[in-house]
């Protein structure tokens, strides 16, 4: 059910235009700079993005003009392991890695302790208004997430059309606390005490 889930918003995902990917990109990152989490994070944790995701480029160099520590995500294929690495420059920190998303290079490896990120952004397949995730099957946040510090806030850009009724989540898979989209922000019940939008 999983696969054919992640098949159908993928070949979605896939479909839309360069020109819609930058506007709702744009959008969302307008709503997550608002945010609190991100305002007040000295060390922000963002995906690399790829392909159709919503795009993190200008995300990164922002943060990084803000002052901000950052960190992305190095997939260590034999290990089956994420490690949150410092980039000080982005892009020149980063050269194509696994399944060729940019990722530090080795020379530029700077592991970073998941405990020290403030704020988590996450990509992801899709997502339901609880706020589970579906990611892309190998496991990779599932793994790291529960290494973060109790109450880091773990927020995922996604486009609308990645919004599904249910994810049909495992016991294992890690929910988010918000999920930004281009028109709306979505609060889980779970995280619906979670107030750190600035007015």
């Not at 999983?2 to 918003?9: A, D, G, T, V």
């Not at 990084?64 to 949150?84: D, F, M, S």
């Not at 995922?156 to 294992?172: G, M, R, W």
Request: aromatic share 8%; glycine share 6%; hydrophobic share 35%.
């Amino acid at each position: 059910m999983k696969k054919e889930l992640r098949r159908e918003i993928l070949t979605r995902r896939d479909s839309l235009p360069a020109d819609a990917v930058a506007r709702k990109s744009q959008a969302i990152q307008e709503r997550l700079v608002r945010l609190l989490s991100w305002q007040e994070a000295r060390m922000v944790m963002l995906y690399v993005s790829f392909g159709s995701e919503v795009k993190t480029g200008e995300l990164l160099q922002e943060a990084l003009r803000q002052g901000k520590r950052v960190a992305v995500p190095y997939c260590h294929r034999e290990k089956r392991e994420l490690i949150a690495s410092e980039v000080y420059r982005y892009p020149e920190d980063l050269s194509p890695g696994t399944w060729g998303i940019m990722e530090p290079r080795r020379d530029t490896l700077r592991p970073v302790k998941p405990q020290a990120i403030d704020l988590c952004i996450v990509p992801g397949v899709a997502f339901d208004e609880e706020g589970n995730r579906l990611g892309y099957g190998a496991g990779y946040y599932d793994r790291f997430l529960p290494h973060l510090r109790p109450g880091t806030p773990k927020i995922a850009l996604a486009y609308d059309l990645q919004i599904v009724a249910s994810t049909h989540p495992s016991p294992y898979d890690i929910p988010v606390d918000l999920i930004i989209t281009e028109t709306r922000i979505i609060k889980p019940v779970h995280r619906r005490g979670y107030h750190n939008i600035v007015p």
